[in-house]
T-cell receptor
Framework: SQQGEEDPQALSIQEGENATMNCSYK?????LQWYRQNSGRGLVHLIL?????REKHSGRLRVTLDTSKKSSSLLITASRAADTASYFC???????????FGSGTRLLVRP | DSGVTQTPKHLITATGQRVTLRCSPR?????VYWYQQSLDQGLQFLIQ???????AKGNILERFSAQQFPDLHSELNLSSLELGDSALYFC????????????FGPGTRLTVL
């Protein structure tokens, strides 16, 4: 079974609005990463947050991590049509180097 | 462009056949990871190599095998193919063995008929 589960599965917003996606996981982690995938293409790394960090920013992206609740959120501010994609969280567990991906959130930003 | 290349882009084959997918990591990256993406299973980690040695293994079927060569390119071999093996296969690379972002290739779309 997958380590991470994302919520919501799909999100549709208007351009300019903020988009928030949540990720929950089951076991302790080294880090949690967010990736974007455009329609069947390769994944693009967005941000990595380590287990001892609580918040991280990159441009219009803000990621939070709550290890006590085993959850993370990705906020995209002032969304653009070009942000339309699937977003995945991925966790690297303590005892392993492998990334376990969640089921993803499909984001549609309407112009 | 991530710097990771994968060949071929598309592959159509029949059940029972064997195929080889090839991946060239970013220049200088020692780790190569293989993932399978399908509609029903999502993105699944298959296997990782670091500088020629197997480092981590996921739910990789016994019919699948991989290796990383001295020049750091990697191959994923899929044999006795079944309809359910149809998927996108991604290769990713990173400079270290864990703890860092991974750079993904464009993928190989495998269709088993």
């Amino acid at each position: 079974s997958q380590q991470g589960e994302e919520d919501p599965q799909a999100l549709s917003i208007q351009e300019g609005e903020n988009a928030t996606m949540n990720c929950s996981y089951k076991t302790s982690i080294n880090n949690l990463q967010w990736y974007r995938q455009n329609s069947g293409r390769g994944l693009v790394h967005l941000i990595l947050i380590r287990s001892n960090e609580r918040e991280k920013h990159s441009g219009r992206l803000r990621v939070t991590l709550d290890t006590s609740k085993k959850s993370s959120s990705l906020l995209i501010t002032a969304s653009r049509a070009a942000d339309t994609a699937s977003y995945f969280c991925a966790t690297e567990m303590d005892s392993s180097y492998k990334l376990i991906f969640g089921s993803g959130t499909r984001l549609l930003v309407r112009p | 462009d991530s710097g990771v290349t994968q060949t071929p882009k598309h592959l159509i084959t029949a059940t029972g056949q064997r195929v080889t997918l090839r991946c060239s990591p970013r220049s200088g990256d020692l780790s190569v990871y293989w993932y399978q993406q399908s509609l029903d299973q999502g993105l699944q980690f298959l296997i990782q190599y670091y500088n020629g040695e197997e480092r981590a293994k996921g739910n990789i079927l016994e019919r699948f095998s991989a290796q990383q060569f001295p020049d750091l390119h990697s191959e994923l071999n899929l044999s006795s193919l079944e309809l359910g093996d149809s998927a996108l296969y991604f290769c990713a690379s990173s400079g270290t063995s864990g703890g860092a972002q991974q750079f993904f290739g464009p993928g190989t779309r495998l269709t088993v008929l």
